[in-house]
Nanobody
Framework: QMQLAESGGGSARAGTSLILSCEFS????????VGWFRQAPGKDREGVAAIYVGGGYTTYADSVKGRFTISLDYDRKKVFLQMTDLRPEDTGMYFC??????????????????????????WGQGTQVTVSE
Protein backbone atom coordinates (compact mmCIF):
# COMPACT_ATOMS: atom_id res chain seq x y z
CA GLN A 1 0.00 0.00 0.00
CA MET A 2 1.04 3.58 -0.51
CA GLN A 3 2.65 5.66 2.20
CA LEU A 4 2.88 9.44 2.12
CA ALA A 5 4.90 11.91 4.17
CA GLU A 6 4.54 15.69 4.02
CA SER A 7 7.12 18.35 4.78
CA GLY A 8 7.58 22.06 4.30
CA GLY A 9 4.85 23.61 6.41
CA GLY A 10 5.42 26.48 8.78
CA SER A 11 4.49 30.07 9.48
CA ALA A 12 4.33 32.75 6.84
CA ARG A 13 3.15 36.32 6.44
CA ALA A 14 0.28 37.13 4.12
CA GLY A 15 1.46 37.73 0.59
CA THR A 16 4.47 35.46 0.86
CA SER A 17 5.09 31.92 -0.38
CA LEU A 18 5.62 28.42 0.92
CA ILE A 19 6.24 25.12 -0.80
CA LEU A 20 4.99 21.82 0.55
CA SER A 21 6.48 18.48 -0.41
CA CYS A 22 4.95 15.02 -0.23
CA GLU A 23 7.11 11.94 -0.63
CA PHE A 24 5.22 8.79 -1.50
CA SER A 25 6.21 5.15 -1.61
CA UNK A 26 4.61 1.84 -2.44
CA UNK A 27 2.70 0.86 -5.56
CA UNK A 28 1.85 3.90 -7.62
CA UNK A 29 -0.20 3.42 -10.72
CA UNK A 30 -0.94 5.68 -13.64
CA UNK A 31 -4.61 5.77 -12.64
CA UNK A 32 -3.78 7.23 -9.22
CA UNK A 33 -4.66 10.77 -8.29
CA VAL A 34 -2.42 12.46 -5.74
CA GLY A 35 -3.40 15.67 -4.08
CA TRP A 36 -3.40 18.13 -1.24
CA PHE A 37 -6.21 18.67 1.22
CA ARG A 38 -6.44 21.06 4.12
CA GLN A 39 -8.38 21.30 7.33
CA ALA A 40 -8.85 24.46 9.36
CA PRO A 41 -9.86 24.25 13.03
CA GLY A 42 -13.55 23.47 13.33
CA LYS A 43 -13.98 22.94 9.60
CA ASP A 44 -14.22 19.95 7.30
CA ARG A 45 -11.25 18.75 5.34
CA GLU A 46 -11.34 20.12 1.79
CA GLY A 47 -9.57 19.45 -1.46
CA VAL A 48 -6.99 22.06 -2.48
CA ALA A 49 -5.27 20.65 -5.57
CA ALA A 50 -4.84 17.30 -7.27
CA ILE A 51 -2.84 15.77 -10.09
CA TYR A 52 -3.44 12.63 -12.13
CA VAL A 53 -0.31 10.47 -12.20
CA GLY A 54 -0.96 9.14 -15.68
CA GLY A 55 -0.71 12.32 -17.69
CA GLY A 56 -0.40 15.16 -15.21
CA TYR A 57 -3.90 16.62 -15.42
CA THR A 58 -4.40 19.05 -12.55
CA THR A 59 -7.34 20.63 -10.79
CA TYR A 60 -7.64 23.26 -8.08
CA ALA A 61 -10.15 24.54 -5.60
CA ASP A 62 -11.54 27.91 -6.68
CA SER A 63 -10.07 29.55 -3.58
CA VAL A 64 -6.49 28.77 -4.65
CA LYS A 65 -6.64 29.04 -8.44
CA GLY A 66 -3.93 31.30 -9.75
CA ARG A 67 -2.03 31.19 -6.44
CA PHE A 68 -1.19 27.51 -5.85
CA THR A 69 0.51 25.08 -8.23
CA ILE A 70 0.68 21.32 -7.83
CA SER A 71 3.40 19.33 -9.56
CA LEU A 72 4.63 15.75 -9.66
CA ASP A 73 8.18 14.42 -9.91
CA TYR A 74 7.47 10.76 -10.50
CA ASP A 75 11.12 9.68 -10.58
CA ARG A 76 11.71 11.20 -7.14
CA LYS A 77 8.29 10.05 -5.94
CA LYS A 78 7.35 13.53 -4.80
CA VAL A 79 4.39 15.84 -5.17
CA PHE A 80 4.82 19.55 -4.53
CA LEU A 81 2.40 22.33 -3.70
CA GLN A 82 3.79 25.75 -4.48
CA MET A 83 1.73 28.29 -2.56
CA THR A 84 2.06 31.98 -3.41
CA ASP A 85 0.23 35.10 -2.27
CA LEU A 86 -0.72 33.33 0.93
CA ARG A 87 -3.74 34.57 2.86
CA PRO A 88 -4.78 34.04 6.49
CA GLU A 89 -7.65 31.86 5.27
CA ASP A 90 -5.06 29.42 3.87
CA THR A 91 -4.18 28.50 7.46
CA GLY A 92 -4.73 24.86 8.30
CA MET A 93 -3.29 21.38 8.44
CA TYR A 94 -2.31 20.28 4.95
CA PHE A 95 -2.52 16.61 4.07
CA CYS A 96 -1.18 14.72 1.10
CA UNK A 97 -3.44 11.94 -0.17
CA UNK A 98 -3.65 9.39 -2.94
CA UNK A 99 -6.11 6.94 -4.40
CA UNK A 100 -7.46 5.56 -7.64
CA UNK A 101 -11.05 6.22 -8.61
CA UNK A 102 -12.65 4.48 -11.52
CA UNK A 103 -15.03 5.69 -14.15
CA UNK A 104 -15.32 8.64 -16.47
CA UNK A 105 -12.82 10.92 -18.09
CA UNK A 106 -9.62 12.03 -16.40
CA UNK A 107 -11.15 15.38 -15.30
CA UNK A 108 -14.13 13.51 -13.84
CA UNK A 109 -11.89 11.07 -11.97
CA UNK A 110 -9.74 13.80 -10.49
CA UNK A 111 -12.79 15.88 -9.56
CA UNK A 112 -14.23 12.87 -7.77
CA UNK A 113 -10.95 12.42 -5.92
CA UNK A 114 -11.04 16.06 -4.78
CA UNK A 115 -14.53 15.80 -3.31
CA UNK A 116 -14.34 12.26 -1.89
CA UNK A 117 -12.43 12.94 1.33
CA UNK A 118 -14.12 10.11 3.22
CA UNK A 119 -13.35 7.56 0.50
CA UNK A 120 -9.65 8.23 0.00
CA UNK A 121 -7.49 5.33 1.16
CA UNK A 122 -4.04 6.82 1.65
CA TRP A 123 -3.14 9.85 3.73
CA GLY A 124 -0.04 11.46 5.13
CA GLN A 125 0.18 12.73 8.71
CA GLY A 126 -0.19 16.37 7.71
CA THR A 127 1.88 19.51 7.99
CA GLN A 128 0.71 22.76 9.57
CA VAL A 129 0.58 26.00 7.62
CA THR A 130 -0.13 29.21 9.51
CA VAL A 131 -0.52 32.50 7.68
CA SER A 132 -0.62 35.76 9.59
CA GLU A 133 -1.43 39.30 8.49
Amino acid sequence: QMQLAESGGGSARAGTSLILSCEFSGPTYSRNSVGWFRQAPGKDREGVAAIYVGGGYTTYADSVKGRFTISLDYDRKKVFLQMTDLRPEDTGMYFCAADAFAGGSTPEVVAKFMRSVREISYWGQGTQVTVSE
